[in-house]
């Protein structure tokens, strides 16, 4: 019959079929009927999305720090997800919009901004040595972030895989470093021979 269209939907999308207004059908992966002309068909995936960022963000001391790491979520309330966001096919099967784009881009927002805020109460040394500890209270927080829960989003998890400082200032500390060692091994020889020294007296 003219207007009689048939949809399978892939299981890792959550499909929501509108007849005339109504909501006819809804689920993931669904398999049905419709007419064209009165049927508006919105689909949401479900599948999680690595989402990769790089950041350049001040420490405390007035540091730049780069932080490259990787976001992973999911839409968990995909109901929500489309009240938030356009996620409408058209008869081809594409989006009617690339407003559903902006979805990740809305993370990274709220992920930065959180990232920003950890970043701006530590000195450089300590935002380079705690990155797991800043990947944790981060995470948690944008768990309970109010955009991310009217989005329907769940975050799965958050990898912060390198905190590297400018060039000109990983030198200075790598410098600082080895005059730090030198340092050392010099008090060590001195004790040492202070140490010979007096068993040569007894």
């Given at each position: 019959?003219?207007?009689?269209?048939?949809?399978?939907?892939?299981?890792?999308?959550?499909?929501?079929?509108?007849?005339?207004?109504?909501?006819?059908?809804?689920g993931p992966g669904l398999a049905f009927f419709y007419f064209g002309p009165s049927a508006t068909i919105v689909s949401v995936p479900l599948?999680?999305?690595?989402?990769?960022?790089?950041?350049?963000?001040?420490?405390?001391?007035?540091?730049?720090?780069?932080?490259?790491?990787?976001?992973?979520?999911?839409?968990?309330?995909?109901?929500?997800?489309?009240?938030?966001?356009?996620?409408?096919?058209?008869?081809?099967?594409?989006?009617?919009?690339?407003?559903?784009?902006?979805?990740?881009?809305?993370?990274?927002?709220?992920?930065?901004?959180?990232?920003?805020?950890?970043?701006?109460?530590?000195?450089?040394?300590?935002?380079?040595?705690?990155?797991?500890?800043?990947?944790?209270?981060?995470?948690?927080?944008?768990?309970?972030?109010?955009?991310?829960?009217?989005?329907?989003?769940?975050?799965?998890?958050?990898?912060?895989?390198?905190?590297?400082?400018?060039?000109?200032?990983?030198?200075?500390?790598?410098?600082?470093?080895?005059?730090?060692?030198?340092?050392?091994?010099?008090?060590?020889?001195?004790?040492?021979?202070?140490?010979?020294?007096?068993?040569?007296?007894?």
């Amino acid at each position: 019959m003219f207007g009689i269209r048939y949809r399978k939907a892939n299981p890792t999308d959550y499909v929501l079929h509108f007849s005339k207004g109504k909501l006819a059908h809804e689920g993931p992966g669904l398999a049905f009927f419709y007419f064209g002309p009165s049927a508006t068909i919105v689909s949401v995936p479900l599948a999680s999305v690595n989402l990769p960022f790089v950041f350049n963000e001040p420490t405390s001391d007035f540091q730049t720090l780069t932080v490259q790491g990787q976001l992973t979520y999911r839409i968990a309330d995909p109901k929500r997800a489309s009240a938030m966001l356009d996620f409408t096919l058209d008869t081809q099967g594409r989006y009617t919009s690339d407003q559903y784009q902006k979805l990740p881009e809305r993370l990274i927002y709220s992920l930065q901004t959180l990232l920003r805020g950890e970043l701006q109460g530590l000195p450089l040394r300590a935002a380079l040595v705690r990155g797991d500890e800043l990947a944790v209270r981060v995470l948690e927080r944008l768990k309970s972030n109010p955009e991310v829960s009217q989005l329907g989003v769940e975050i799965l998890n958050l990898a912060l895989l390198s905190l590297k400082p400018t060039p000109e200032m990983a030198k200075a500390l790598e410098a600082e470093s080895r005059e730090a060692l030198n340092q050392t091994a010099d008090e060590a020889i001195r004790s040492e021979e202070h140490t010979s020294e007096l068993q040569s007296l007894r």
